[in-house]
T-cell receptor, first 109, second 115 residues
């Protein structure tokens, strides 16, 4: 069964705008990771946040984690057309990752 | 530039035929995962290995699927006999030692179509 559930399922924004994607999960986790998948490609790791962390930054990415609400958000600032892809959250527990079904982000030039 | 490689990239076969997919993990990575991705089910973990030993294959239909690591540089996923419902993209991923909570590095996938 899917652990992480992303929201929204699809997001369309204008280049330069910020994109916010959310993920909720059900059980205890060790960490939460976000991945990106371009059409026809494998997944690429973006950022990892451990369960004892609340916020993390990497370039234009900002991820937050609220373990009390069992939720995470990924913010992409100043989006670019090249950010168009599917984004997945993955929860780490019991030595493996469980992926959500993903969010399709379209950034219009 | 270290990458996970997978062969073949595309495979079209007929129902009942055997399919073998291969994966070469990144050198030095000791944990290897097999995933299947479909529109309906999303990304599902089929099996994973650490130091070539299978740790969990509970996501894999045992009657027709088998996964092995003959050596540290090769992982295989075999389907025999294949069925149309096996049509999907199969990904291999590898992770560094210490623990599998580290980021996983994905291969480009094998797109399987079973007619």
């Amino acid at each position: 069964s899917q652990q992480g559930e992303e929201d929204p399922q699809a997001l369309s924004i204008q280049e330069g705008e910020n994109a916010t994607m959310n993920c909720s999960y059900k059980t205890s986790i060790n960490n939460l990771q976000w991945y990106r998948q371009n059409s026809g490609r494998g997944l690429v790791h973006l950022i990892l946040i451990r369960s004892n962390e609340r916020e993390k930054h990497s370039g234009r990415l900002r991820v937050t984690l609220d373990t009390s609400k069992k939720s995470s958000s990924l913010l992409i600032t100043a989006s670019r057309a090249a950010d168009t892809a599917s984004y997945f959250c993955a929860t780490g527990a019991n030595s493996k990752l469980t992926f959500g079904k993903g969010i399709t982000l379209s950034v219009r030039p | 530039d270290a990458r996970v490689t997978q062969t073949p990239r595309h495979k079209v076969t007929e129902m009942g035929q055997e399919v073998t997919m291969r994966c070469q993990p990144i050198l030095g990575h000791n944990t290897v995962f097999w995933y299947r991705q479909t529109m309906m089910q999303g990304l599902e973990l089929l099996a994973y290995f650490r130091n070539r030993a299978p740790l969990d294959d509970s996501g894999m239909p045992k009657d027709r699927f088998s996964a092995e690591m003959p050596d540290a540089t090769l992982a295989t996923l075999k389907i025999q006999p294949s069925e149309p419902r096996d049509s999907a993209v199969y990904f291999c991923a590898s992770a560094k030692p210490l623990d599998s909570y580290n980021e996983q590095f994905f291969g480009p996938g094998t797109r399987l179509t079973v007619l």
